[in-house]
């Protein structure tokens, strides 16, 4: 199984007063997690346990250009399965979308570290 543990993408967004928010779901079964987010260096969460509930980021119209960075440690402590993941769902922009991110570790009580960029484009605005 290859890795997918980064990630580097746009996220069209609008000129609207739609709020953009962000979903995390941290598996594969059994696996913990660490995760810190933050939008142009100002924090959002830092060191979350587990999945992150529908979090706000901010609406449309104030998102061009500014970047959402992801970072998230996944630790195998599951006697099921050695594949961690992690699952980024942006909603509110243009589109809802979903980032499936996966590794498979070595053996039990291994980590993987993901790192997430994500940039906000307005199309209208170029």
């Keep these: 199984m290859a890795a997918k543990t980064t990630l580097d993408t746009l996220y ?3 000129d609207s007063n739609r ?4 979903e995390i779901i941290v598996g ?4 913990t997690s660490t995760l810190s987010i933050s939008l142009d ?3 959002i969460v830092s060191n979350h346990i587990g999945n992150l509930p529908k979090t706000t980021i901010q609406e449309n119209k104030l998102l061009h250009g500014k970047s959402l960075k992801i970072q998230a440690t996944i630790t195998d402590t599951s006697k099921e399965t050695n594949v961690t993941s992690l699952n980024i769902k942006l909603s509110g922009g243009f589109l809802t979308r979903n980032y499936p991110l996966y ?10 570290d993901y790192y997430c960029n994500i940039e906000f484009f307005n199309p209208s605005n170029s």
Excluded: P
């Design 19 to 22: 709020i953009v928010s962000i």
């Design 12 to 14: 069209l967004i609008n």
């Design 103 to 112: 590794k498979m570790v070595d053996s039990d009580g291994d980590s993987a």
């Design 28 to 31: 594969d079964q059994g696996q």
């Design 41 to 43: 260096k100002e924090d």
